[in-house]
C-alpha cells in the first residue's frame, strides 16, 4: 500500500516536471481528460500513433533532404504534419522546432532545415523516452493494485 | 405519416423535448492524420456523440453517397449524418472543397459543416465561413469547441429542418423545389441546385433574413478573431 502512495506521488511528480521543461503542455492534460472507463487506454494510444506516425515523418524527412535537388514544399508538408501530430498530443519543444522547421523551408535555406532535422530528431527521442517512463511508472501503479491519480 | 428518410429518432425527441440529449447524433469526422482522427474522435464520444471517422474528403463524400457526378436517390438510409467536422489543409480535396461540395447538394446542404485548422488565417475562415460553415476550430480541437456542436444541432431543429416549415425550409422551396411538398433531401437532383439558394437558407450567412442571435457562435467567432468587424 506504501509502495502505491509512493509510485503514485513519483508519478505526479514526474508529471510536474514534465511540463516544467516544457515537454508538454496543456494539450497532454486534454488528452488525459478524454479518457474514461470506456476508454482507459486512449491515452496510450493516442501517443503510440504519434510515435508511429513521427518515425514516418523523421524518415520521410530525411529522404527528402537527402535529395540532390531539395523539394521544400514536400518537405513542409512533412513538417507540416508534424506539427500538427505534435501540437495534438502537447509535445511542446517538437512543436516549436517544426516552426523553425517550416520558416527555413519556406525561406529554402538548407542548412536551417538540416539543423532543425537534426533538432527535432533529438526532441522527439527525448519526448518519447519521458512518456514511455511515464507509460511504465502507470503501469506500475496499476500493477500494484492503484490507480491514477485524477489529471 | 413520419418519413425515416429525415427525420430521425433523436430529432423527434429534439423537437418535441428539450434539446439537450445528443446521444444520437452521429458526426462525421475527416482528417488525413492518424493523430488527429484518433484525437477528434474521442473527443466526439466522449460527448456523447457517435461518430464516423474518415481520412479523406472523397471518402466523406463516398460516404454519404454523394458521387461526383450523379444524383444520389433516397437510399443514403443507414447511418444519418447529423454534423461533419473536417480538416482544413487535406491532400487531395481540401476541407474548403468538401465544404463547397456539401453546400452545393441539395440533399445534404442543410448538414451542418465545422472546419478545424492549425492555421488561424482571418481570410481563410471568413472564407468557409461565407461558404457556409459553422463554425471555424483553430486546432488542437478543445473539448468546450466540441460541446459547442450541440448548439449547432439543436439550432437545425429549432430552425424547423423537419417536415412543416420553418422560414428555412420556405427558402428553400420557393428557390429550388417547386414541386415536391418535401422541402429536404430524397427527390430533389443536385442539377436544381443553385448556388444563390445557398446563402438564404445557411444561418450562417451574416445578411440573411433569419436572425442570427448575437451571441451566436459565429458572430462570436467573428468578432474574436477580426476584433470587432462582422
Known sequence: MDSVVQLQKQLVDYIASLFHEGFLDEQFNQLQQLQDESNPDFVVEVVSLFFEDSERLLNELAKALEQKTIDFRKVDAHVHQFKGSSSSIGAHRVQKVCIAFRNYCEEQNVEGCLKCLQQVKHEYSLVRNKLETLFQLEKQIIAAGGSLPAT | MERNVFVSRRRIDGFD?????????????????LVDRKFIEQLLKISSFKVTAVDSG???????????????????????VDLIITDYCMPGMT??????????????????????????????????????????????????????????????????????????????????????????????????????????????????????????????????????LI
Open chain 2, 58 to 80: 472523397r471518402r466523406a463524400l463516398q460516404f454519404l453517397g454523394l458521387d461526383e457526378e450523379k444524383s444520389s436517390s433516397v437510399g443514403f438510409d443507414g447511418l444519418k
Open chain 2, 95 to 228: 476541407g474548403y472543397e468538401l465544404l463547397k461540395k456539401i453546400k452545393e447538394s441539395s440533399n445534404f446542404r442543410e448538414i451542418p459543416v465545422v472546419i478545424m485548422s492549425s492555421e488561424n488565417v482571418i481570410a481563410r475562415i471568413d472564407r468557409c465561413l461565407e461558404e457556409g460553415a459553422e463554425d471555424f476550430f483553430v486546432k488542437p480541437v478543445k473539448l468546450s469547441d466540441v460541446k459547442r456542436l450541440k448548439d449547432y444541432m439543436m439550432r437545425e431543429v429549432r430552425f424547423g429542418t423537419t417536415n412543416s416549415g420553418g422560414t428555412n425550409k420556405r427558402k428553400l422551396q420557393e428557390s429550388c423545389d417547386l414541386t415536391s411538398s418535401e422541402p429536404s433531401i430524397s427527390s430533389l437532383s443536385s442539377s436544381s441546385s443553385d448556388s444563390p439558394s445557398r446563402s438564404p437558407i445557411s444561418p450562417s450567412s451574416a445578411p440573411s433574413s433569419i436572425p442570427t442571435p448575437l451571441d451566436s457562435p459565429v458572430r462570436r467567432l467573428k468578432m474574436t478573431n477580426t476584433g470587432g
Open chain 2, 17 to 33: 423535448v428539450s434539446p439537450s440529449d445528443s446521444a444520437e447524433a452521429h458526426v462525421l469526422a475527416v482528417d488525413d492524420s
